[in-house]
């Protein structure tokens, strides 16, 4: 069988990555995760073609053969990477990484036995290409009273930059970040899930990293870069897909598997294709008739999802089914690197039982109230444990009430949302602004419930923030503000809410006067973003040409992507309300369906059972990119 390497042949840049995890200090306290999140970080870029340079547990002297050997390979290379995970601290404005062997007596040994930063920075300052630094480091100070001299500061110093750097910290400057309670880092487990992203720049990357470790700590870190990148970069270069959930009811469908389908529902309990994977699963998949692609094409599918979504039944699925892919190595590796679901923490399976939909995360969807309620006292007894394994994250108190709540006992939860709430959690916040405004298990208050979002919103809740400026509208129970409720949508729309990005589309649309070119780039950026309902509110307005230029083939190519992603909106408007749409758009939608093969009658702009079965083919399990790129 002929294989081939798809993401291969897509990349030219040569990319060099020096990557540094160091957990085992010999004399001052050990860390957990950062030799997992190096080995975990240094395998995905691998994977993604960098020359990986890996160092675990590096000494004072490895550090000194590291720092020449990086220059000299990063000098001339299109990308230079550096990964660092272990301790690190600053001293007037300068951070310094810490070797395994270090030992610190004195003030004076906190920068005669540790590395500072910019020994590494001048290697990487050689190379004319994209250098880019991600730290996470910004733990809290190991050293105790010996440093009670030393111009110590908390966490790490925000790093000036030269041309094309980009610098990523775990957390804010001058902040802690958390080691995580899994196998690795909550920013390094960020990392891993979004690195594969096709098609997304690093830029937007960073966004989907920082919103998944604040929704994981409930707002207590909030990952931090700058940049002075004079280019666009992208970590994988294949042209942008569809959401790895509607990529796996894809594969799931097309390869008629039921185990597939199973891991579809399990993952996405209120899924855009749930209720259609329960169908197909009640009426049994062997009656599907959409045709299998070859195993070559249908290999590299299945393995591009599973190393995109590290789901461990996929790397195995892939693993058993293809024992002669190339990539099969690669996914063994893999799978070393991601943990059994017997082997999970506490923190991991309260996560995973308890977690709300809007917090959901690239690795978890959340879980509905309805299913948490039949999971309520296993979601209790691993919330407990992780809250007290981890007293330093209240997130885990703000999932224990969310289950207490699940249970019945709204008085108990009522309690410990106060709790998480006190110590910071934005989750807590909000759920309590909630109860306050329904005055439900507390007292209502309007007024309370708004000083709880309000506080949600400083602290960086975009549900927080499109709660108020709902309330800012409308004005109800505050005067009405309408600049300041913008202002909050485009704070949560710049920080990656596809809900607001789409919010402010309707409002340029109705109330703001930014007009149809306004809201037709908030549709679109919302619909990248993962708001289904974008695709369709962008294709009307290239559809209808109102206050924009008309765009029969770009109505098309939203309507094709979004009939993929949403709950079966736009397949059905196109099959029973056809007139809805301008012919020449019904046109384009037909031309693109014959090109990936699945409509073969007149090409006409009118509905029809060929049209009708084209687009349910299109939907379920035969999507192709090619087609639209």
């Known amino acids: 069988m002929f294989w081939l390497s798809f993401m291969g042949l897509a990349r030219a840049e040569t990319r060099v990555a020096l990557v540094i995890g160091n957990s085992d200090y010999e004399h001052i306290d050990a860390l957990k995760n950062p030799r997992n999140d190096a080995l975990d970080i240094s395998v995905a870029l691998e994977g993604l073609g960098f020359d990986v340079m890996l160092a675990i547990d590096a000494t004072q002297a490895r550090f000194q053969t590291l720092i020449p ?38 003030a004076a040994d906190l920068t005669d036995q540790t590395l500072r930063l910019d020994q590494l920075l001048a290697a990487m300052a050689r190379s004319d290409g994209v250098k880019l630094v991600f730290l996470d480091a910004c733990r809290d100070n190991p050293f105790g009273a010996t440093i009670k001299d030393a111009h110590l500061g908390k966490g790490l110093a925000q790093v000036g930059t030269e041309a094309n750097f980009l610098f990523s910290y775990a957390t804010q400057p001058n902040n802690v970040a958390y080691d995580g309670t899994g196998r690795n880092s909550f920013y ?29 700590t409930g707002g207590k870190q909030i990952p931090w870069e700058n940049s002075s990148l004079t280019r666009s970069f992208r970590f994988n270069v294949s042209p942008e897909a569809i959401s790895e959930e509607s990529m796996l009811y894809q594969i799931a469908v097309d390869e008629r598997d039921p185990d597939l389908l199973n891991l579809y529902v399990d993952r996405y309990p209120t899924g855009a294709h749930t209720q259609e994977a329960l169908a197909f699963l009640d009426t049994g998949t062997q ?95 691993a919330c407990s444990a992780a809250a007290a394994r981890a007293p330093e994250v209240p997130h885990y108190v703000a999932l224990l009430a969310r289950a207490t709540v699940a249970s019945g006992d709204m008085a108990r939860a009522v309690v410990l949302y106060r709790d998480a709430a006190e110590r910071g959690d934005l989750r807590a916040m909000v759920s309590l602004a909630q109860l306050t405004e329904q005055g439900t298990g507390v007292p209502q208050d309007s007024m309370r419930a708004l000083a709880l979002y309000e506080q949600a919103a400083a602290g960086g809740s975009d549900d927080a923030m499109i709660n108020l400026a709902i309330t800012l509208l409308e004005g ?67 559809d209808e040409g109102r206050g924009t230029v008309r765009d029969p083939a770009g109505a098309a190519r939203m309507l094709l992507r979004g009939a993929v992603e949403d709950r079966g909106l736009i397949v059905r408007q196109l099959t029973t309300a056809t007139d809805q749409w301008a012919p020449e758009t019904v046109r384009a939608v037909q031309a693109l369906l014959q090109e990936a093969g699945y409509y073969t009658a007149a090409i006409d702009g009118l509905p029809g059972s060929n049209f009708t079965a084209a687009l349910e083919k299109w939907r379920n399990g035969g999507f192709k990119a090619a087609v639209l790129n």
């Not at 600053?90 to 004195?106: E, F, K, L, R």
């Not at 249908?298 to 002669?324: C, F, G, I, N």
């Not at 990005?501 to 007009?515: D, K, P, S």
Request: charged letters at 25%; a neutral charge.
């Open 476 to 542: 109800r129970t505050v005067p009405a503000d309408p600049a300041r409720a913008l202002a909050l949508l485009k704070r949560a729309a710049a920080e990656g809410s596809a809900k607001a990005t789409f919010n402010l589309g309707v409002l340029a649309l109705e109330r703001t006067g930014e007009g149809p070119e306004a809201a037709l780039d908030y549709f679109q950026r919302a619909a990248r973003n993962g708001e289904a309902e974008g695709f369709r509110a962008a294709a009307i307005l290239l």
């Open 69 to 106: 050997e990086f220059a000299a390979k990063g000098a001339t290379a299109d990308v230079t990477l550096l990964y660092y995970a272990g301790h690190g601290f600053q001293i007037d404005g300068h951070n310094y990484m810490v070797p395994t062997d270090a030992a610190i007596s004195s």
């Open 188 to 216: 390094s487990e960020a990392m891993l899930h979004h690195l594969y992203t096709p098609g997304q720049d690093v830029g937007q990357m960073m966004i989907g990293v920082r919103r998944d470790v604040l929704a994981a």
């Open 287 to 381: 009656t599907r008739t959409i045709e299998r692609n070859n195993d070559t094409e249908r290999a590299q599918r299945l393995w591009e999802l599973a190393q995109r979504s590290r789901m461990r039944p996929l790397l195995e699925l892939y693993v058993a089914r293809y024992p002669d892919a190339p990539n099969r190595a690669e996914a063994e590796r893999l799978l070393m690197t991601i943990p059994r679901p017997e082997d999970a923490t506490a923190g991991k399976i309260c996560e995973r039982l308890a977690t709300h939909p809007r917090d959901a995360t690239a690795e978890n969807a959340g879980v509905p109230m309805s299913r948490l309620q039949q999971n309520a006292l296993a979601a209790i007894q």
